[in-house]
């Protein structure tokens, strides 16, 4: 059963600082990894797609990095600014039985103070 | 602004009481994904279309939860005989055919309270 993690569940930073959130998950079968970006109360927000062959995306500020093979994903936020804050999740879906789901982890709460 | 929509964005009710909800995605989301998410947890898969067709249903689907989508386009997802522990957020994501990547694209979600 894949499981998700990210750790620490927040983080609260002063506005400037260059961020890694960090994802781990069990079973490196994995076909694709997503980042979301939540804002309190509303839906999910896609921010970075890296598909299992591919080891980084960039959009913007953010860089997704995947490390299929010791299980784990990191999200680099650059220049971290008070609009950054929010919960960020990560998500996998898996390659065996050809499931359509994602697997998410809790979420990272960050806050990032002006 | 991914172009899915939910309908209603809030919804309050009475234990017992049956609900319906619905997903209107782009037309060109032949993929439509119905996630659950509560209070400091990630989104849990629940059930997953393909077209009209629904393909996957989670265990946490339960008898009291049925999902449709009959023309392929819009969907329901409707709880019958609430109960407090179905209180959630639940959202609704879609992807496009044309999508090499398979990325899933969020609707803002309709928060169920039940009292």
């Known amino acids: 059963k894949q499981e998700v993690t990210q750790i620490p569940a927040a983080l609260s930073v002063p506005e400037g600082e260059n961020l890694v959130l960090n994802c781990s998950f069990t079973?490196?079968?994995?076909?694709?990894l997503q980042w979301f970006r939540q804002d309190p109360g509303k839906g999910l927000t896609s921010l970075l797609l890296?598909?299992?062959?591919?080891r980084e995306q960039t959009s913007g500020r953010l860089n997704a990095s995947l490390d299929k093979s010791s299980g784990r994903s990191t999200l680099y936020i650059a220049a971290s600014q008070p609009g950054d804050s929010a919960t960020y999740l990560c998500a996998v879906r898996r390659v065996a039985g050809g499931s359509e789901k994602l697997v998410f982890g809790k979420g990272m709460k960050l806050t990032v103070n002006p | 602004d991914t172009g899915v929509s939910q309908d209603p964005r809030h919804k309050i009710t009475k234990r017992g009481q049956n609900v319906t909800f619905r997903c209107d995605p782009i037309s060109e989301h032949n993929r439509l994904y119905w996630y659950r998410q509560t209070l400091g947890q990630g989104p849990e898969f629940l059930t997953y279309?393909?077209?009209?067709?629904?393909?996957?249903k989670s265990r946490l689907l339960s008898d009291r939860f049925s999902a449709e989508r009959p023309k392929g386009s819009f969907s329901t997802l409707e709880i019958q005989r609430t109960e407090q522990g179905d209180s959630a957020m639940y959202l609704c994501?879609?992807?496009?055919?044309?999508?090499?990547?398979?990325?899933?694209?969020f609707g803002p979600g309709t928060r169920l309270t039940v009292l």
């Open positions: 994501a879609g992807t496009s055919q044309r999508s090499s990547y398979n990325e899933q694209f």
């Open positions: 890296i598909q299992s062959s591919q």
């Open positions: 079973d490196s079968a994995i076909y694709n």
């Open positions: 279309f393909q077209n009209e067709a629904q393909l996957e």
